[in-house]
């Protein structure tokens, strides 16, 4: 079962190009696998990943959230402890050291977070994870922008949440660590999570559960993988039905 439909979106950006940013897309997300939006750039997939993110809008068609969403979350929106977002601006907070940045979302829940996940030692996994626990006292100016990438997206994860949104998450990171973060995002995935990211990284690419290439605004492409590297044509009943 599906946990995100895309149904019919359309976006312009005013000022931006009388093409749309987005035309008409339908795209299926699944639990449990991990999807890369492909294509060049200036095709769609960041405006897409920012409108299923809650972090913009769509001028036409809808976002449908298929399993049931906590007593008062809006309906066509995710609760906070179920999403995070990874942009590819790191936005980390200069003030603070590695360590409390990836311990934020705690902090700023508006909720306590269920079970023990309030508990610092999750910060620390996380951290030992990506390889960055040796930073954790440091400040983000002491880090790499690598190093401060991993930091981002251990944030992003701290909550473990339902659905990771991720804007080119290997972006600004040295061929030594791509496959580290490849690694972690397919493992988080075949958790049961949804792990969507946006990346032009061939090695990222062949590593994701399926494919979903955009060009111009549109989706021309979905593949779906059995396993790593083993292609396999995309389902006949891709197309949304509602």
């Given at each position: 079962?599906?946990?995100?439909?895309?149904?019919?979106?359309?976006?312009?950006?005013?000022?931006?190009?009388?093409?749309p940013?987005l035309?008409?897309?339908?795209?299926?997300?699944?639990?449990?696998?991990?999807?890369?939006?492909?294509?060049?750039?200036?095709?769609?997939?960041?405006?897409?990943?920012?409108?299923?993110?809650?972090?913009?809008?769509?001028?036409?068609?809808?976002?449908?959230?298929?399993?049931?969403?906590?007593?008062?979350?809006?309906?066509?929106?995710?609760?906070?402890?179920d999403?995070?977002?990874?942009?590819?601006?790191?936005?980390?907070l200069?003030?603070?050291?590695v360590?409390?940045?990836?311990?934020?979302p705690?902090?700023?829940?508006p909720t306590?977070?269920?079970?023990d996940?309030?508990?610092?030692?999750?910060?620390?996994?996380w951290?030992?994870?990506?390889?960055?626990?040796h930073?954790?006292?440091?400040?983000?100016?002491?880090?790499?922008?690598?190093?401060?990438?991993?930091?981002?997206?251990?944030?992003a994860l701290?909550?473990?949440?339902?659905?990771?949104?991720?804007?080119?998450?290997?972006?600004?990171?040295?061929?030594?660590?791509?496959?580290?973060?490849?690694?972690v995002?397919?493992?988080?995935?075949?958790?049961?999570a949804?792990v969507?990211?946006?990346?032009h990284?061939?090695?990222?690419?062949?590593?994701?559960d399926?494919v979903?290439?955009?060009?111009?605004?549109?989706?021309?492409?979905?593949?779906?993988?059995?396993?790593?590297?083993a292609?396999?044509?995309k389902?006949p009943?891709?197309?949304?039905?509602?």
């Open positions: 079962m599906t946990l995100i439909d895309v149904i019919g979106v359309t976006k312009r950006h005013p000022g931006m190009s009388e093409r940013a035309h008409r897309v339908d795209a299926r997300f699944y639990p449990g696998r991990l999807t890369v939006l492909a294509g060049p750039s200036g095709s769609g997939k960041t405006t897409l990943l920012s409108i299923m993110g809650g972090f913009d809008v769509p001028d036409s068609g809808e976002i449908r959230f298929r399993e049931p969403l906590p007593s008062g979350t809006a309906p066509a929106g995710l609760a906070w402890s999403a995070g977002y990874l942009p590819q601006a790191l936005v980390l200069d003030e603070l050291t360590a409390q940045n990836v311990q934020l705690v902090n700023l829940a306590p977070p269920p079970g996940l309030a508990d610092p030692s999750h910060t620390t996994a951290l030992r994870a990506l390889d960055i626990d930073l954790a006292d440091r400040y983000p100016s002491q880090t790499s922008g690598g190093e401060q990438q991993r930091a981002a997206l251990a944030r701290r909550l473990r949440p339902r659905v990771l949104f991720a804007d080119e998450p290997t972006g600004q990171l040295d061929p030594s660590r791509v496959d580290l973060v490849t690694d995002l397919r493992d988080y995935a075949a958790g049961g949804a969507i990211i946006t990346s990284d061939p090695a990222v690419i062949n590593a994701a399926t979903v290439t955009m060009e111009d605004g549109t989706v021309v492409d979905v593949v779906h993988r059995t396993g790593r590297g292609m396999v044509p389902p009943d891709h197309a949304p039905t509602w």
